[in-house]
C-alpha cells in the first residue's frame, strides 16, 4: 500500500521543463523567388552538420537526428521533430535547424545548439532536518558536468522517496527551481502537507476516539513514520480486527493531500453466561458482561457475578481512557468477594473458613512516552472472615497507594509476536489495627515475544517476580502462584506457592496448526518464599512444570486449553489441565 500510496505523490508532483527549445522554421534565402524555392525545396539534402556544442560530443547529437537524412529533400516537420529530439537530451538551452543553399548548387542542413551552463553548485533549500549533502552526492546533475535538465527531473522525482526513506516525510519539488547561467543549480522543496482526515469503516467507534490517538492533524507535514506509528496506536486499542490502513488522496493543490483511515472493527461487548472450572475455586457459575469500547467511546465498562462451591463475587469497573485532551485516563472498580480459604496450623491441623472483602480502588493514568503510561491508585477494603479461619485470623481494613510505570511496545493486542512489555508497580498499605503494621512491596514482570522461522515460530518468554521491601504483607497480599495463568502442573496458591517473595518464569513456543487452530509447548518455573525464608532461585529446579497446549481463535475470542505436568511430593510427575481465555502472556 505504501508503495501506491508515494505513486500517487509521483504523478502529481509538477514539474517544468529548464530547456528552451527555439525552432527555427525553413529558413530559405530570401531573395529567392517563389519558383525557385519550389525548385530548392525538391533538392536533396547534401550534407548534415552540428554547431554550437563545446562539451557535448557530436556523436551523442547525431544519433538524436533520425528524421533529416542525406539525400532526401529538406522537410519543415522533419527538422522540427529533430530538433525535438536533440532538445530532449537535456543539455541544450536552444536548438535551431537552419537550411543553406551552398555554393555547388546543394543543401546543406545545420542543426545549431546552444549548450547549457557547467554545473558549479547545487543549492537545495526548504528541507530543514535532512542531510542534503548525502542527496546531492547522489544525483544525476552533479558539478563539472553540463546541467542536464532530464537528470534533474529524475533527480526531483527521487527526492521525494529519498526524504521519506531517511526522514518518514516525502517532500514536494515546487516550480521554483532552474540553473543559472553561473551553473548554479538552485531546487526549492517543502513537505507535503496533510489536509482533510476521514475514517471509514467505523460502524461503532466514533471517530473521534480514532482521530484523538493521532498526534497530527491538517496542515501538519505528512510523515508516514509517525502515521504508522499512531495507527498502531489506534490498533492496540483492541477495538479492531487488523491494523487500520490509509491512503493518501490528491486535492486541488499539488503539495496537499487528504487522509483516509480505513478500519474493520472487531466484536468488542459480550453478554456471558455460563460455568467454568479454576484451579482456585473449583467449578464456578458466572455472569459476565463487558463492553471495551461502551457506546463507541472508546470507554471500558464490566459487570461480573460468580457463584461456586466456597466462592461468590460482585466486581465492577469503569474506565475511562481520556478523562482529559492529553491522555489521561480514570478508572474505578468496586467489589465485594466471598473466598473459601484455609490455614494450614500443622500437618494435621488446618483451619477452613471464608475471607469476605468488600472493597474498591480509584486509579489516575497518562502517557509518559511513546509507548510507556504511569498511573497512581488509591485502594480501600475492609477484611473479615467467617468458620473455623475466624480463630486464627482478626478482621482488618486496609488503605493501599500504588504506582506503576507500564511500556508496551509488542505488535498486537492479543497475540503478539514482537516486542516487549515491561511492568513496574509499587505499592505502599496501611492496615487499620493495632496488631497489623504498615507495609510496601514492589512487583516486577517483563515478558518479549520473538518470530522464528519467518513467521512460523514465536517464541513468547516472561520473567515477573515481587518482594516486600518493609512490614508484613496481611495474607490477603500475600504473592501466589499456580494454576492457568502463571505456573501451570500446580494448584494455585499451594504451599511453597505463597509468601512475600515470588519468582517466576515461562517459556512458550507458539506456532500454526491448521486455519484457526494453533499448538503450544511450555516451560514454567515459579517459587514463593515465606518472610523467614532466604529467596534462592535454585529452588526453582524442585518447583517447574512443562506441557503442552492448544490455542482455538473463535468469535467469542481466543479458548485457551493446556495440560501441564508439576512435580508432586514425591517428586514425580503429576498432570493438571487448565482452561482459560487469550494467551497466558
Known sequence: MLGGTFMRFFKHARFKSTVTLCLAALLMVLFVQPGAAQRLQDIPVSAVVI?????????????????TRVGFPANQRYLEDDCLA???????????????????????VAFVVEENPVVSEIVIKGAQGLPINEFIKQMKVKPGEVFNSNHLIEDL???SEWSYEVQGKPHFATENYGVSKAGVVTIEVMPYKLGKISVEGNEKTKDHVILRELTFGPGDDIDIVQVFKDLHKVFMLEFFDEPPSFVFEATDRADVYNMVIHVKETKTGSADFGVGYSSKSGIFGYVDISDRNLFGNGQYGSLFFEIGKGTRSYRLRFREPYLLPDGTSFEISLYNTHDKVKEKIDDDLSKIGTAHVLGGSIAFGRPLGEYTRGSLSLRAESHNFSGDIEEVWEPFKLLTIGANVETNTSNHPFAPTQGYVSYLGLETGLTFNGEKASYSKLTVDHRRYYELLDDKLVLAVRGSGGRALTGTLPDPELFRIGGSETLRGYAYGEEGLAGDKVLLFNTELRFPLWDFLSGVVFFDAGKAWEKDERMNPLDLLHSNGFGIGVRVDTPLGLLRFDYGWGLNEEHGREGHFYFGLGHTF
Do not use: C, H, W
Request: glycine share 10%; net charge negative; charged share 20%.
Open 51 to 67: 554547431r554550437g556544442n563545446a562539451l557535448i560530443d557530436t556523436a551523442i547529437i547525431q544519433r538524436a537526428i533520425t528524421k
Open 157 to 159: 522525482y527521487s527526492f
Open 86 to 108: 536533440i532538445g530532449s537530451l537535456g543539455y541544450f538551452e536552444n536548438v535551431e535547424a537552419k537550411v543553406e543553399l551552398t555554393p555547388e548548387g546543394t543543401i546543406m
